[in-house]
């Protein structure tokens, strides 16, 4: 099959790549076209998932297809924009029609639980890897950044915290599970759902938003950075799962929660005013607050900083 096969039939031909609102040209000329209804501005956001560093070579295609296109569009949610549609670069060792054809579902599936199409990408040979570039709409001037945090400002997440880390034993096969913790580990693992909804509903709310991709302290550091402040996050009040909690116990899932990556749950800032009109309308769990001065510190219930020095995962460590 050669390359231009290869995209009619797997990519050109999915249910995903059937335009939608804003596409004004999908698939199969130069650049695809997207419109902007005026006032709005475009959000831009790449991630590339690399075998064995971002997920196991051998795994279920169509798992990997809801994964990849769920991280980069959870990127779309930490900014508070409005999904369009994302492109897609592949670079594959061999043409497997059918882990193409379950790639390719696994990525429309989760395309249309987010509302978004496919509109063009890049196909090529080498080791497996992933990239995906998701374009977004967001009001101008109204997109969440990680630097409005103000002090008196309480740090909030949108989920429970630490399933996908808790589920990398039982991904790369290291562990075993009952299925009835495997199942909702696994689940946030392979199709965590960016938090769309939140993130556009924080607009004109928050004063800071990320989404936690390389674990909660280490995120929440990001934020006390570009925002210039110093976030206290409380342990006893971080969500976690009762899944997470049986399958690892308590410390580990501590751990997990609080450095562990892959979470895509939304971490973001907010004056206590916001907090009551939002609270009872979206997935609000208070988790500590802003403070003056800087870095990010873990308190236990009787306040004593408890810190841990490994705060999250990180491709490059910075040099000391
Ligand atoms: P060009 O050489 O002009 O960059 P290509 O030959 O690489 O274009 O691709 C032809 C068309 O197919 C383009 O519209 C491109 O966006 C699309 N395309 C290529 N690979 C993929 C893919 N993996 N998924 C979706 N669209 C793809
Ligand atoms: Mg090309």
Redesign the pocket.
């Known amino acids: 099959m050669g ?2 096969e290869l ?1 009619n039939r797997f ?2 031909a999915a249910s995903c ?1 059937q335009g939608g609102e804003g596409v004004v040209l999908g ?4 650049c ?1 076209l997207l419109s902007l209804f005026p006032g709005e501005q475009m959000a831009v956001s790449t991630d590339t998932l690399v075998a064995g560093v971002h997920f196991p070579a051998v795994c279920d295609p169509c798992l990997l297809g809801q994964r990849s296109l769920a991280v980069a569009a959870s990127d779309l949610a930490a900014m508070g924009a409005k999904p369009i549609g994302f ?4 670079t594959l060792p061999d043409v497997g029609p059918d882990w193409l054809a379950a790639f390719a579902e696994g990525l429309s599936r989760m395309a249309h639980r987010c509302g978004m199409s ?1 509109i ?4 090529t040979r080498g080791p497996l890897s992933i990239t995906v570039t998701v374009f977004g709409s967001v009001p101008a001037g109204q997109a969440l950044r990680r630097s409005g945090a103000r002090p008196g400002d309480v740090l909030c997440v949108g989920a429970a915290l630490g399933n996908a880390a808790g589920a990398l034993p039982l991904v790369l096969g290291e562990r075993v599970a009952p299925v009835e913790l495997a199942a909702p580990l696994l689940g946030h693992y392979w199709s965590p759902m960016p938090q769309l909804e939140l993130g556009q509903l924080l607009r004109g709310h928050a004063t800071a938003a990320l989404d936690i991709s390389d674990g909660l302290l280490a995120d929440c550091g990001h934020i006390a950075k570009a925002s210039g402040v110093a976030i206290e996050v409380n342990l006893e009040q971080v969500p976690m799962s009762s899944a997470l909690q049986a399958f690892l116990g308590q410390d580990a899932a501590r751990r997990a929660a609080l450095t562990g990556g892959d979470d895509y749950v939304l971490a973001f800032t907010l004056p206590p005013e916001a907090l009551s009109s939002l609270q009872g309308r979206v997935a609000v769990h208070v988790i500590g607050r802003v403070l003056e001065g800087e870095g990010v510190t873990l308190r236990d219930p009787q306040g004593r900083d408890i810190t841990p020095v490994q705060r999250g995962y990180q491709h490059f460590r910075e040099t000391p």
């Open positions: 390359e231009f995209i990519f050109a790549a698939i199969g000329d130069d695809a492109t897609l670069a592949l496919l063009g990408g890049d196909t």
